[in-house]
């Protein structure tokens, strides 16, 4: 586990990778695959979303809970597919909400890889999961480096937007500086919640409204075709 093609991150996550917590993680998931479990993303992908966003160019930081669990579903970044995979529930709803709010046709594909080299960090809070065994891999470790993370973007960052949708990412979130940063909270997408609240709560307009009056330039949130 290294973060060699994340140099942004290296200065403020390096120290992590000597800690106890990170160790077990290690040691857990060395086990896991001495059993022959199948692991999801692959672990070159297991710091895809530090690597495609930079810690210099994070503008938004939208948090998911832990990976797809399905074959060639994950690599790295939250709610986002392989090109070929079908769009997963909840990000058809966020595609929904995406052309009421914006008048933005929904993507015929699920890889949001366009989004992060924009700038929006699309960060799991924990990194893996075991094949078809959802939240396998909850409470191994992975939750205290993603608030690593989260501390590091609140603290040397500024005027980032945070979109907390459903109340574990709320959760999480809890510790970030609403005086500094956008604090954007909704239900999350998933067909299960989405009617509560997410569907309507224009967060994605009110992102780039924020990142203008802020002099930085907005997300193009229309995906090009595959």
Known sequence: ???????????ELDSEFEQQ???DLKLFLRAEKNQHKIIYPHSSNWFHALETTPLDEVKIVILGQDPYHQPNQAHGLCFSVLPGVRTPPSLVN????????LDIAPANHGYLESWATQGVLLLNAVLTVEDSNANAHKGKGW???TDKVIAT????????????WGSYA?????VIDAEKHLVLRAPHPSP???????LGCKHFSQANAYLQQNGKTVIDWQLPSL
């Open 1 to 11: 586990m290294v973060l060699e093609k994340a140099p942004s991150w290296k200065p």
């Open 21 to 23: 917590y990170m160790q």
């Open 94 to 101: 966020m595609y929904k909400e995406l052309q009421a709010d």
């Open 143 to 145: 939750e205290q480096f």
């Open 153 to 164: 973007v609140n603290d040397r960052c500024e005027h980032i937007v945070f979109m907390l």
């Open 170 to 174: 709320q959760k999480k979130g809890a």
């Open 192 to 198: 299960l919640s989405a009617h509560r609240g997410f």
